[in-house]
């Protein structure tokens, strides 16, 4: 089963930038479509972004769209989410997912996804 590490979040300022990484323990991201997700109490965990595996092609939520970059590093197989522009409704525990048919296309829908991370917090606050 494939394991997954997030890394890179902590507490930011309104206005502030993070980047956040996923890596796979044994394995690399190279041919996994992965997604970021995010949690916040008493909510649904939503799907913020996502990489396909096939073309690469990238995709968002509005929530986060202009604001948000995702990206793969094929040489390290880790998936990395660049947050600028942090707002404090950004603050979540953040999530990394792959789903493991590696020629899926990207959803933003929890359903699909096989592996997650354990999850990294992200406090936008002043």
């Known amino acids: 089963q494939l394991q997954l590490v997030e890394s890179g979040g902590g507490l930011v300022q309104p206005g502030g930038s993070l980047r956040l990484s996923c890596a796979a323990s044994?394995?690399?991201?190279?041919?996994?479509?992965t997604a970021w997700f995010r949690q916040v109490p008493g909510k649904e965990r939503e799907g913020i972004s996502c990489i396909s595996s096939s073309d690469g092609s990238t995709y968002y939520a509005d929530s986060v769209k202009g604001r948000f970059t995702i990206s793969r590093d094929n040489a390290k197989g880790t998936v990395y989410l660049q947050m600028d522009s942090l707002k404090p409704e950004d603050t979540a525990v953040y999530y990394c997912?792959?789903?493991?048919?590696?020629?899926?296309?990207?959803?933003?829908?929890?359903?699909?996804?096989?592996?997650w991370g354990q999850g990294t917090q992200v406090t936008v606050s002043s």
């Open positions: 044994r394995f690399t991201l190279d041919y996994y479509t």
């Open positions: 997912a792959a789903i493991a048919n590696r020629f899926r296309t990207c959803v933003l829908r929890r359903g699909p996804y096989d592996y």
